[in-house]
């Protein structure tokens, strides 16, 4: 009973510590987490769970043997698979004011990415980053990995 008082009570505070989890300007959602998956925000370290929602500038990291399921506003799919390091560096999805931004720094690991509206209005616009080369997308899906 101890054990589960004092889970409650650190869940309480990291929800505190970091209010803007639950902000508007969210521009994805997690929906499924496998393993140990950290959201870096700004000073804050939160443990990733279905339904937490992800600012731009957020880093995730994903421990040994982990993944995680990510859905942007616009319907794009980000699967973490282990190990992987990404910051979501830009994303602005005003279909009616024709603004599109879709940029991810993939530090180390993999992942799958699909595609959503974005890629298919303005593929552009769209950016994944690695230390080593940038992908420029044209509406599809595709696995990447670095090193």
Known sequence: M????????LATLAFFAVPALAAD?????????SGNVQVI?????????GGTTLLVSDHLVAGPGASAAIVFKDGTLLTLGPGADILVRDYVFEPKDGKFSFSLYMTKGSAIYESGKIGKLAPDSVKIDTPKA??????????????
């Open 41 to 49: 925000r700004q000073d804050a370290t939160v443990q990733a769970a």
């Open 25 to 33: 300007d969210h521009v994805a959602l997690v929906k499924t987490v």
């Open 2 to 9: 101890k054990r589960y008082l004092c889970l409650l009570a």
């Open 134 to 147: 940038t992908v420029g997308v044209r509406g599809t899906r595709f696995l990447i990995e670095a090193n």
